[in-house]
Structures are given as structure tokens and as C-alpha cells.
């Protein structure tokens, strides 16, 4: 039976309480598959700072180097110097971000099922901000590198959803001719690589109003850092906002998950938080350990895990936001008990 050590940041505000209620989830896991986490501790965020001067410290860092995944809670002020920086030091590229309807969440349609491939590591969140006479300056760094792999990304990706085999590049290339001009040539470029797949271009005006008129058209969504990250708190309001929300950060050789959402500080103690982001993210993170390591265990683990959320939203064994009556640690035992009767 394969172990995986897994380095679990819990994070700020809301995060230690979605931290607890996953690690139900996954304790139901391993309890059901052949399959052992070993979750190291660490410290990262807000109150990391706080406490001790620095957001993310070194001996962070070399754990999530020493581990096999990282799964990591939300984080408040200091989300530039955590997630962003980690995304930078390990070359996290690809911010996959799934948009899905769950039958019993209110939403804007049922039938949505796409899927964010944002560019994570280089566009204006590169973080190359300075002032210099007064004037503030901000530099988008676009590659041709970076655009070749974020490209090949969305395209695998589709083709492994097998779904609308669409790729839909999102750009405001009339306008910054020369970093969305790349960026859009690059990806038509890439997109002959894959004739199976139908590829359009949108600027990101216009998605942004189509996303709200016609979701359902859209299968794999490629873009750059920013426009990624708004598109899909956008998005994410269409299937019931962020709390139904998880997200992947992924390179060639690590990966952090994550929920999309920032800390919620309003939201701290109430324990009504909407748990399924984390739970979710857990789900990626065991598709993506079944995929590096090429463990089927894992992969049964992440259908469960899906499936628990699934059922315990359409029997209303929710938190009050959806109409449920639940509290954040009593949504995760349910799902635990539906993991456990799961027929893989
Ligand atoms: N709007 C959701 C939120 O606050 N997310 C946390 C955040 O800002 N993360 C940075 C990022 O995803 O680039």
C-alpha cells in the first residue's frame, strides 16, 4: 500500500476550519482504499507573520520540497507572499480551476461543467511593480514559453475531459498587441497540434458577459494570470460562489491545491462555511497523486470523494448559505460516511 506524505498548510480565518473538516474526508479515504497520507503540519500566512515576521518560512518550503502534494487552506493579507510566491518557487504553472454544477446548490444552470487552465506564474502577478518619479509601474511578462505550456495544458486537458473536445483562449489581443498578441499566437499555433479539438479565441470582455449568458458552451477555458483569477471568482458564482470552488496549482514536478477563496476573516468561528472548496481540492489532489504515481487506489479515492460531495448536496446535508442546516464539520462527516459506502 503506497504512502504519500502530504504537506498541509491550514491558513487563516476560515482555513484551520475547512482544514479539519477535509482531513475527516480524507481519514474516510484511507480507511476505505489502499492508500496512506501522511499529512506534515506547517505554517504559512496571516498569522505566520504575526507571530513570527515572515509569511512563509524557509522550513515551509523544504517540507513541501520533501513531500509528495501540498494541500493548502486559504490565506489572508499575505496570499502574494504564500500561494503566489510558492506558485513562482516551484514553477507551478498550470491554475486549473473546475467550474461544475452539483444538483441541490442553488445555481445559474445545471448543466455547467468547465474548466479554468490559468497561466500561474508569470503575467502581471510576476510581482515586477516599482515607482519611479511618482509614477506607480506594473510589468506583464508574457513568454513564449510560458504561453507553449499553458497552451499544451488546456489542450491535454480537453482532450482527456473528452467532453466538448473545446478550448476557448481568453486574451485582449486588439488591445495589448504585443503580451496578449503573443499570447493568442501561441495558443493558434499549439491548437494545430490537436485538429480533434475546436479551438476559439474570445477577448476577455466578451467572455466575461458569456460566461453569464451561455456557460454551458464552454469546456476548456486558456488564459493569462490576472484575467484568470477574475474570470473564475465570476464563474464560480454561476455553480453557487466560492465555496464550491477548489483549485490545482501544477508544474512539472509539484503541486499545491488549494481553495479558490481568500480567508473570509467575517466568517471565522460561525462554522457555516461552505467546506466543499477544500474538499474538492482534495479530490484534484488525490486525481493528480493517481496520476503521477500511477495508483489506481488513488484514483477510486478521488471518484469517492466527488461522489460523497455530490450525494450529501443533493440529500440538502448542507451548510445554511444553501439551505441546509449543517455546520462546516458536520458537512465533511456526512461526505465521509457516503466515501465509505462507495462502491469503486
Ligand atoms: N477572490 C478570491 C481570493 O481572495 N482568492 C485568494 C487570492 O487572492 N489568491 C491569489 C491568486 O489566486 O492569485
Same mark, same amino acid.
Not at 15 to 32: F, H, I, N, S
Not at 54 to 78: D, F, N, Q, Y
Not at 167 to 195: D, Q, S, W
Not at 283 to 299: F, I, N, Q, T, V
Given at each position: 500500500?503506497?504512502?504519500?506524505?502530504?504537506?498541509?498548510? *491550514?491558513?487563516?480565518?476560515?482555513?484551520?476550519?475547512?482544514?479539519?473538516?477535509?482531513?475527516?474526508?480524507?481519514?474516510?479515504?484511507?480507511?476505505?482504499?489502499?492508500?496512506?497520507?501522511?499529512?506534515?503540519?506547517?505554517?504559512?500566512?496571516?498569522?505566520?507573520? +504575526?507571530?513570527?515576521?515572515?509569511?512563509?518560512?524557509?522550513?515551509?518550503?523544504?517540507?513541501?520540497?520533501?513531500?509528495?502534494?501540498?494541500?493548502?487552506?486559504?490565506?489572508? +493579507?499575505?496570499?502574494?507572499?504564500?500561494?503566489?510566491?510558492?506558485?513562482?518557487?516551484?514553477?507551478?504553472?498550470?491554475?486549473?480551476?473546475?467550474?461544475?454544477?452539483?444538483?441541490?446548490?442553488?445555481?445559474?444552470?445545471?448543466?455547467?461543467?468547465?474548466?479554468?487552465?490559468?497561466?500561474?506564474?508569470?503575467?502581471?502577478?510576476?510581482?515586477?511593480?516599482?515607482?519611479?518619479?511618482?509614477?506607480?509601474?506594473?510589468?506583464?511578462?508574457?513568454?513564449?514559453?510560458?504561453?507553449?505550456?499553458?497552451?499544451?495544458?488546456?489542450?491535454?486537458?480537453?482532450?482527456?475531459?473528452?467532453?466538448?473536445?473545446?478550448?476557448?483562449?481568453?486574451?485582449?489581443?486588439?488591445? &495589448?498587441?504585443?503580451?496578449?498578441?503573443?499570447?493568442?499566437?501561441?495558443?493558434?499555433?499549439?491548437?494545430?497540434?490537436?485538429?480533434?479539438?475546436?479551438?476559439?479565441?474570445?477577448?476577455?470582455?466578451?467572455?466575461?458577459?458569456?460566461?453569464?449568458? +451561455?456557460?454551458?458552451?464552454?469546456?476548456?477555458?486558456?488564459?493569462?494570470?490576472?484575467?484568470?483569477?477574475?474570470?473564475?471568482?465570476?464563474?464560480?458564482?454561476?455553480?453557487?460562489?466560492?465555496? &464550491?470552488?477548489?483549485?490545482?496549482?501544477?508544474?512539472?514536478?509539484?503541486?499545491?491545491?488549494?481553495?479558490?477563496?481568500?480567508?473570509?476573516?467575517?466568517?471565522?468561528?460561525?462554522?457555516?462555511?461552505?467546506?466543499?472548496? &477544500?474538499?474538492?481540492?482534495?479530490?484534484? &489532489?488525490?486525481?493528480?497523486?493517481?496520476?503521477?504515481?500511477?495508483?489506481?487506489?488513488?484514483?477510486?479515492?478521488?471518484?469517492?470523494?466527488?461522489?460523497?460531495?455530490?450525494?450529501?448536496?443533493?440529500?440538502?446535508?448542507?451548510? *445554511?448559505?444553501?439551505?441546509?442546516?449543517?455546520?462546516?464539520?458536520?458537512?465533511?462527516?456526512?461526505?465521509?460516511?457516503?466515501?465509505?459506502?462507495?462502491?469503486?
Amino acid at each position: 500500500m503506497a504512502t504519500y506524505r502530504v504537506a498541509l498548510i *491550514p491558513g487563516d480565518g476560515i482555513g484551520p476550519e475547512l482544514t479539519e473538516t477535509t482531513l475527516k474526508v480524507l481519514d474516510a479515504v484511507q480507511r476505505r482504499f489502499r492508500l496512506r497520507l501522511k499529512f506534515v503540519e506547517l505554517e504559512a500566512g496571516d498569522r505566520c507573520f +504575526e507571530r513570527r515576521g515572515v509569511a512563509l518560512p524557509e522550513e515551509t518550503i523544504e517540507a513541501i520540497r520533501r513531500s509528495h502534494v501540498c494541500l493548502k487552506g486559504p490565506v489572508g +493579507e499575505t496570499a502574494a507572499d504564500v500561494i503566489v510566491r510558492l506558485r513562482m518557487l516551484f514553477d507551478l504553472y498550470a491554475n486549473i480551476r473546475p467550474i461544475k454544477s452539483y444538483p441541490g446548490v442553488p445555481c445559474l444552470r445545471n448543466d455547467i461543467d468547465l474548466v479554468f487552465v490559468r497561466e500561474n506564474t508569470e503575467g502581471l502577478y510576476k510581482g515586477f511593480e516599482f515607482t519611479l518619479n511618482g509614477v506607480a509601474l506594473g510589468l506583464r511578462v508574457i513568454t513564449r514559453r510560458g504561453c507553449e505550456r499553458i497552451a499544451r495544458k488546456a489542450f491535454e486537458l480537453a482532450k482527456g475531459r473528452g467532453k466538448k473536445l473545446r478550448v476557448t483562449a481568453v486574451h485582449k489581443a486588439n488591445v &495589448m498587441r504585443v503580451t496578449c498578441g503573443l499570447f493568442a499566437e501561441v495558443c493558434r499555433e499549439i491548437a494545430k497540434e490537436y485538429p480533434e479539438i475546436t479551438f476559439d479565441e474570445q477577448y476577455v470582455d466578451a467572455a466575461s458577459m458569456r460566461l453569464i449568458k +451561455e456557460p454551458q458552451k464552454y469546456d476548456v477555458i486558456v488564459t493569462t494570470n490576472m484575467f484568470g483569477d477574475i474570470l473564475s471568482d465570476e464563474a464560480a458564482q454561476l455553480v453557487g460562489g466560492l465555496g &464550491m470552488a477548489p483549485g490545482a496549482n501544477i508544474g512539472d514536478r509539484y503541486a499545491i491545491f488549494e481553495p479558490v477563496h481568500g480567508s473570509a476573516p467575517t466568517r471565522v468561528g460561525k462554522h457555516t462555511a461552505n467546506p466543499c472548496s &477544500m474538499i474538492l481540492a482534495a479530490k484534484m &489532489m488525490l486525481e493528480w497523486l493517481s496520476e503521477r504515481y500511477g495508483d489506481p487506489a488513488c484514483k477510486c479515492a478521488a471518484s469517492a470523494v466527488e461522489f460523497g460531495v455530490a450525494e450529501t448536496l443533493r440529500k440538502g446535508l448542507t451548510v *445554511p448559505d444553501f439551505g441546509g442546516s449543517l455546520k462546516t464539520l458536520e458537512v465533511g462527516e456526512a461526505v465521509a460516511e457516503e466515501i465509505i459506502s462507495f462502491k469503486c
